[in-house]
């Protein structure tokens, strides 16, 4: 038969128990911290990234207004042209 250990070696073990799981739970804490850190910097660099795209969709889509509008003048003074300098000469 095993002999029980003495109530003061147990005591003893459990408090080396509690400290090894206070000192990993302090970890843990610290690592998830940090993880939560690291995703709110990710969120706040989305974010920002996403309002760019959108300040750039903003101004592409102000050039392309110009760009239809230059095209759509210069086909019109390209099909008027031919026949003024007809009508000038004629």
Do not use: F, H, W
């Not at 003893?12 to 206070?22: D, H, N, P, Q």
């Amino acid at each position: 038969m095993s002999t029980q250990p003495a109530p003061s070696d147990m005591a003893t073990e459990l408090l080396k128990v509690s400290g090894a799981i206070e000192r990993l739970s302090v970890e843990v804490n610290g690592k998830l911290d940090r993880i939560c850190d690291r995703l709110d910097r990710s969120d706040k660099d989305v974010a920002e990234a996403n309002r760019r795209v959108a300040v750039l969709e903003q101004r592409t889509s102000a050039l392309e207004k110009r760009v239809y509008t230059a095209s759509g003048a210069a086909a019109l003074i390209g099909t008027a042209v031919p026949y003024l300098v007809q009508a000038m000469s004629g």
